[in-house]
């Protein structure tokens, strides 16, 4: 008799724990905490390069892309020193008929005398040396080229920081809705190209582990 009750305490009492361990393993489990936004913003800074580093391999780039104005005019200035040359060449034939009487009788003869001649002439623009014809155009490719240069380095910028705003986002708070997380995985994927190709492939180089 007395076994017959340990046995049902033993048997009543791994039923109550197997019920205490399946309504454990029912409940919800608590979210992981969210990571900290400026720990997160200083974990995506350290992977990528420099803004200044950035900045300038997109300055390097947009001057690849448009040729430097002020080379031009120098060697427009080192081709004043270049004389321009002609050359003109004549050839001449004169000739005269001389028919007459002199003392030793009657003439009748023909004086031909023939000539040739070569000129050269070597010229110098020596106001090109002060102030070439195309200084002012190249003065404006200069500035389109300048402004072509800052337009590159502003977009760099733009899309370094558009890049990590989406990255935060991701980890921050993620859509729940599928076609909304794939929407921000393009335009982040968008960014990283553009940043990649605007900066001659610099940001891609140092981003790689």
């Not at 009543?12 to 936004?37: I, S, T």
């Not at 995506?44 to 002020?70: F, I, K, N």
């Not at 014809?133 to 072509?148: D, K």
Request: aromatic fraction near 4%; proline fraction near 8%; charge should be positive.
């Amino acid at each position: 008799m007395a076994c017959r009750v340990a046995c049902r305490v033993q048997n009543g009492g791994g039923m109550l724990l197997f019920l205490l361990l399946l309504a454990q393993a029912a409940a919800p489990q608590p979210a992981p905490p969210a990571p900290d936004p400026l720990r997160l913003l200083a974990r995506l800074a350290a992977r990528d390069p420099p803004v200044l580093e950035l900045q300038a391999a997109a300055a390097r780039e947009a001057d690849r892309s448009t040729p430097d104005p002020s080379a031009l005019a120098a060697r427009r200035r080192l081709a004043a020193w270049l004389p321009t040359l002609s050359v003109e060449a004549k050839a001449d034939r004169q000739s005269y008929r001389v028919v007459g009487l002199q003392t030793s009788g009657e003439v009748d003869y023909l004086r031909s005398s023939p000539g040739a001649s070569i000129q050269v002439r070597a010229t110098w623009d020596l106001g090109e040396l002060v102030a070439a014809r195309t200084e002012p155009a190249a003065a404006s490719a200069a500035a389109a080229r300048a402004r072509h240069r800052e337009e590159a380095v502003r977009r760099a910028t733009l899309l370094l920081f558009e890049r990590r705003r989406l990255q935060a986002l991701l980890a921050l708070d993620p859509p729940a809705e599928p076609v909304a997380l794939a929407q921000l995985e393009l335009e982040l994927a968008r960014a990283t190209a553009e940043l990649t190709a605007l900066t001659g492939n610099a940001f891609q180089l140092r981003s790689d582990p």
